[in-house]
């Protein structure tokens, strides 16, 4: 899936913001949630999301899905990340 098609996508699902975002390599942010649903497409690097005890490792082409409010954790890979995500 390109860029341009997840972005199409997510608005056919009423996601109107989209933000790309970029994390450092092998860095780590706690336990925390947001105060939105948060869909993403993995442009580059790789994450590692922790949901409920469980962990998902996605790299690039994959997408994720956050519900609003979902605590998570996650580690960014040895490249680091870069992931284009739509949040509403």
Avoid: C
């Amino acid at each position: 899936m390109t860029p341009d098609q997840f972005i199409a996508e997510l608005a056919l699902a009423g996601f109107l913001e989209t933000v790309e975002v970029t994390r450092e390599a092998d860095g780590v942010m706690q336990l925390h949630s947001h105060p939105f649903e948060a869909k993403a497409l993995i442009l580059a690097g790789e994450l590692q999301i922790w949901v409920d005890e469980a962990e998902r490792r996605y790299q690039a082409g994959e997408v994720f899905h956050l519900s609003a409010n979902q605590p998570h954790s996650e580690r960014y890979g040895p490249q680091g990340v870069t992931y284009l995500v739509g949040r509403k």
